[in-house]
């Protein structure tokens, strides 16, 4: 009996297909394929993603490119943010291991996401200039502090500096001060110091959160949708219910105090990073207006939780390159980690993709 002839590949290297990527078809093109265990398989790169995204992929997950495959990928997307909308949960039915296989995807390709929220090396030193300078414990009330809320959100170096005040006095809620590290003589050794604490210092997004992560950065670049400003539910609020939240739990005085100073820094770390370093370029021109029409009112009135949680890709960064010792820095992260736990209970009061508009001719013409 003649051997088993190999599958014909259906798909050539270099056509441009449409693949599924999790529930979702996306436009990509065919770089390689090869033949394994007599089914053939192809190295996918999704047009637009980072090349980190490439991977091989089976044949029943490639689409030929035409116009009866380009309505589906609508009518999949139309179908996906009505469900979202709904509240609907995903992967009923047939569509559970293509769900289930998405999630693993999504949390696989994290890191690779991470990086399209990135930190400067110049914001970075203007920021850790910012809160190395901790004022003395006693040199402003708590009521002082706060009353000086509404008027974070200008110039970065003055928002990290009101929230490198907050992170003092959160640890000094707790009877736990935050210590700035001794500086020695050498800046060589100073300069390793820092460079240590940074690789180190990682807030850790909980894993119900990864997926939200991997979707905003889907509706916003690839699906060029915008987020409704101001939003159904700001950061503002976002941080009070939080506070709410702890008073609720019965905790000590002492750990409802660091919860109140602790979204005191978030607020003003959010403040001074959104227009730097947590927006994709498609939401530029859109941050702008808000800018040119709402002057003096603080980003975290008018942004919702999407660009809250994208906050914490940087942040950990920006806190290794502060003063503060490796102790002081163990502890602030406990405290974020609380944070984004109580975000992880119920992500959906917080995250909907109905909240996500088309943008308008006239908006797409700005960053063609």
């Known amino acids: 009996m003649a051997p088993k002839q190999s599958p014909k590949p259906e798909f ?48 029943n997950r490639v689409l030929k490119y035409s116009e009866a495959n380009l309505q589906k990928q609508r009518d999949l997307q139309r179908a996906n943010q009505e469900q979202r909308a709904r509240g609907a949960p995903q992967g009923r039915k047939g569509s559970a291991a293509v769900a289930a296989a998405s999630l693993q995807q999504q949390q696989q390709n994290v890191e690779t ?35 000086s809320g509404p008027r974070e959100g200008g110039s970065g170096s003055a928002g990290a500096s009101t929230s490198a005040s907050t992170s003092t006095s959160m640890a000094r809620g707790t009877g736990q001060p935050l210590q700035r590290r001794r500086t020695r003589g050498h800046s060589s050794a100073r300069a390793e110091g820092t460079s240590a604490a940074s690789s180190e210092a990682k807030v ?10 991997v979707e905003d950065w889907d509706l916003v670049t690839k699906q060029k949708l915008l987020f409704s400003l101001p939003a159904r539910k700001n950061v503002d609020s976002i941080l009070e219910d939080y506070v709410t939240y702890q008073k609720a739990r019965g905790e000590q005085d002492n750990t409802v105090y660091a919860a109140e100073d602790l979204v005191g820094g978030i607020r003003a770390h959010f403040n001074a990073l959104l227009g730097t370093q947590l927006l994709y370029e498609f939401e530029r021109p859109q941050y702008a207006e808000i800018l040119a029409n709402h002057p003096d009112v603080p980003m975290s009135q008018l942004y919702g939780a999407p660009h809250l949680l994208r906050l914490f890709v940087p942040i950990g960064e920006v806190l290794a390159h502060s003063s503060f010792d490796e102790k002081s820095l163990a502890l602030l992260f406990n405290y974020l980690h609380d944070f984004l736990k109580y975000l992880a209970k119920n992500p959906s009061a917080f995250f909907n993709a109905s909240e996500y508009k088309v943008a308008p001719p006239e908006y797409r013409q700005k960053v063609a």
């Open 12 to 59: 050539q290297e270099g056509e441009r297909v449409l693949c599924f990527h999790g529930p979702l078809l996306y436009e990509a093109k065919c770089l390689k394929l090869a033949t394994e265990d007599k089914q053939v398989r192809y190295l996918i790169h999704y047009s637009g993603w980072n090349k980190n995204w490439d991977e091989w992929v089976p044949e």
């Open 113 to 147: 996401l991470f990086q399209n929220i990135r930190i400067t090396p110049s914001t970075s030193s203007s920021m850790a200039t910012a809160m190395a300078k901790v004022e003395a414990p006693g040199r402003q009330t708590r009521k002082c502090k706060q009353k």
């Open 204 to 213: 850790q997004i909980p894993e119900r959160l990864k997926p939200l992560l």
